[in-house]
């Protein structure tokens, strides 16, 4: 069993272009998005259009002038400014005829728009309010970020990034692999040796295992060292729930592979039941943001429960016992993917 | 090949062998119909047939390595299925056409294989036999066709086996390749004493290398002897040829006592073949004809039938169809 497992390791150590994948992949991954900074409110251009001595147009040009990501430059001429807005050299028109104040924008930059709009009308509200007399606002709101320490979205993603990684790399490399091997009627010549076929593919997903610790640890150690990326919790309980779940994902490479006819119909297979996950399990975004029935539907798949999992101990620095919920559910799927590749995993083409 | 090398143990049976398939045009289709015969221990036998013959499915069941639908087979008395795992203790197996890991050396592979088994030989030990101890730290990838069908047959060679099973060793390689193949699988058999089973599609190579033969045709057997005895078999043994100077009357030749059939080999020419049942008896009649009634011959010769004469008496078609 020893030789088997080192045989094991050492033919998935030499398969370069697999390797790559596994560990590359989700490496660069997480090297992109270090590299944007999500922290930085982008910049809004703003054009201000009007009668330059009428007190709505200062009282407006003083508000907009007190955001920082505003940058406000005054202009004589609405339609120069319009065409403008159209060439995409500004993003927002507001003009002052009046006492009344018309925004104009882009529709194209949604994300801009929102806060823009919404900065602009709290200005309005308080040019109004101090027309009105009233310079103390009754009511006053302070917003303030509740999470344990700061937690920015790349400490959000980074371990998203390694179940992933994990997941991407199990599914297919395994599926691939047992193809490749019943292709070439390896998995045939072994049948005809005494050696139980099982202690084969245990062999296959024992190397497959430390292979996708090696993996986390590359991922999180570029992510912290290289990024900055700040984790609270224990990392040992991430590394313990990803291999767990990993067995999930071998199994379902299993089952890939059982109905494939080659190793790129099983690559095809195994992608199909990754992609999706990748995406809707909430890898880049929290799953809130999906309508509410396909969040019923995902909260059934098995990457969901880990990634809330891994989140809760490292990124919100809670104890393992807060993801007690997550890891039941991950261990149903242990057993059921187990009775699926069962069922699905052929050692011979049908 | 000396006598005392077979010996009368039974080194495998098969009795009454069926394997059926589910088949979407037929039903079911019969791979293997009520196959049965023995191998001694120290034969070489060989399967002698076309593709789709039932050879690989018969040497498979006896494997282990697919359920019969009925019938028994067995390997020093050891049911293929029953007490398959000391059975395949006992057995090496090559596969037609199977690989071997394309990220592993040769002495990775021997060694890794060894382990599955009670008893190894080290790899160095087998890669020595077949002349490729320099090529140990390869990949298989690496490996001629020739090389690479000789490390396949060593490898299955690693539990110092009883039985050797090859499913056709050769097809693919080049002469040159097969005749040293040739040479590895009569070491195996009269220098380590292994028994042999092979299959092959090669009239040549069943002459060559086996004791006896199964002439297989559908999925049964129509002949077992050894290739001398096969063509003997057949009521024209030998073949006489030779050449004339002019055209000759056929049907004069067909008269002359002992002569089966008569075959003009080139149409037009003057080059023409006797079939014969005994060559000794009929060639003086001939070569007595031939100066009664004047006729210059060249190029007289003798030829015996060959397995490929047999196969066609005995199923009515070439083998390479």
């Given amino acids: 069993m020893k030789k088997l497992f080192g045989a094991s390791a050492k033919m998935l150590y030499r398969d370069k272009q697999a390797l790559f994948w596994a560990l590359a992949f989700p490496v660069i991954f997480a090297v992109v998005f270090g590299l944007f900074d999500f922290e930085q409110s982008p910049e809004v251009k703003i054009d201000l259009v009007g009668e330059t001595a009428s007190p709505v147009y200062g009282a407006m040009g003083v508000g907009l002038g007190s955001i920082d990501t505003f940058v406000v430059t005054e202009r004589a001429d609405l339609g120069a400014s319009t065409t403008r807005l159209d060439d995409g050299d500004t993003d927002v028109v507001v003009a002052v005829q009046g006492a009344n104040v018309e925004v104009l924008y882009n529709e194209t930059n949604f994300q801009t728009n929102q806060f823009a709009i919404t900065a602009i009308e709290r200005i309005v509200d308080r040019v109004n309010l101090e027309a009105a007399g009233v310079s103390e606002p009754t009511v006053t709101l302070e917003a303030s970020g509740v999470a344990a320490g700061d937690v920015s979205y790349y400490d959000f993603l980074l371990p998203g990034l390694v179940a992933m990684g994990v997941m991407n790399a199990s599914i297919t490399g395994m599926a691939v692999a047992i193809s490749r091997f019943r292709e070439q009627k390896i998995l045939r010549r072994i049948l005809a040796t005494p050696l139980a076929p099982i202690r084969f593919l245990s062999a296959q997903v024992g190397a497959r295992l430390v292979l996708s610790v090696i993996q986390s640890a590359l991922i999180l150690a570029v992510g912290i060292f290289l990024f900055g990326a700040e984790l609270h919790g224990q990392l040992i309980w991430l590394f313990v729930l990803v291999t767990f779940a990993n067995l999930i994902f071998l199994n379902l490479g299993f089952a890939a592979a059982g109905r494939a006819k080659n190793p790129d119909a099983a690559a095809g297979i195994a992608n199909a039941i990754a992609l999706p996950m990748m995406f809707l399990s909430g890898t880049f975004f929290p799953t809130e943001t999906l309508p509410v029935i396909v969040q019923w539907i995902v909260k059934f798949l098995p990457l969901t429960p880990l990634l809330e999992a891994i989140r809760l101990v490292s990124v919100e620095g809670e104890p393992i016992t807060a993801a007690a919920t997550q890891i039941a559910a991950l261990t149903a799927w242990v057993v059921l993917s187990f009775f699926i590749a069962n069922r699905m995993f052929r050692f011979e083409e049908a | ?321």
């Fill in chain 2, 1 to 321: 090949m000396s006598a005392e090398r077979i010996t009368d143990e039974v080194a495998v049976e098969v009795r009454d062998l069926v394997k059926e398939f589910p088949s979407p045009e037929r039903g079911t289709l019969t791979a293997v119909d009520h196959v049965s015969f023995e191998v001694h221990r120290g034969e070489v036998f060989g399967f002698l047939g076309p593709n789709g013959a039932g050879k690989t499915t018969t040497l498979e069941i006896v494997e282990g390595l697919t359920p019969p639908t009925s019938g028994h087979t067995s390997v020093f008395g050891l049911d293929s299925v029953a007490e398959r795992e000391a059975m395949k203790e006992r057995i090496g197996v090559q596969l037609q056409s199977s690989a071997y890991f394309q990220y592993l050396t040769l002495e990775e592979i021997l060694d890794l294989f060894g382990s599955f088994y009670e008893r190894a030989v080290a790899p160095d030990a087998l890669l020595d036999k077949v002349g490729l101890i320099d090529k140990k730290r390869s990949l298989v990838g690496h490996l001629s066709g020739g090389q690479a069908q000789r490390f396949s047959i060593v490898a299955a060679m690693v539990n110092d086996p009883d039985v050797v099973f090859l499913d056709e060793p050769t097809t693919g390689l080049d002469p040159q390749a097969r005749r040293n193949l040739w040479d590895l699988v009569e070491h195996i058999n009269q220098v380590e004493g292994k028994t042999i089973v092979m299959t092959t599609h090669y009239m040549e190579e069943a002459q060559v290398l086996c004791d006896r033969v199964a002439v297989i045709d559908r999925g049964s057997i129509q002949a077992i002897d050894t290739p001398l005895g096969l063509v003997h078999q057949l009521p024209a043994a030998y073949r006489i040829a030779f050449a004339t100077s002019s055209a000759l009357n056929v049907n004069d030749l067909k008269d002359l006592p002992g002569v089966l059939g008569v075959t003009p080999l080139v149409l037009g020419g003057f080059d023409y073949e006797l079939e014969v049942a005994r060559a000794g008896d009929t060639l003086p009649v001939f070569l007595d004809w031939t100066k009664e009634n004047d006729v210059e011959v060249d190029d007289v010769q003798v030829v015996p039938a060959t397995l490929e004469d047999v196969f066609l008496s005995l199923t009515g078609r070439s083998l390479r169809e």
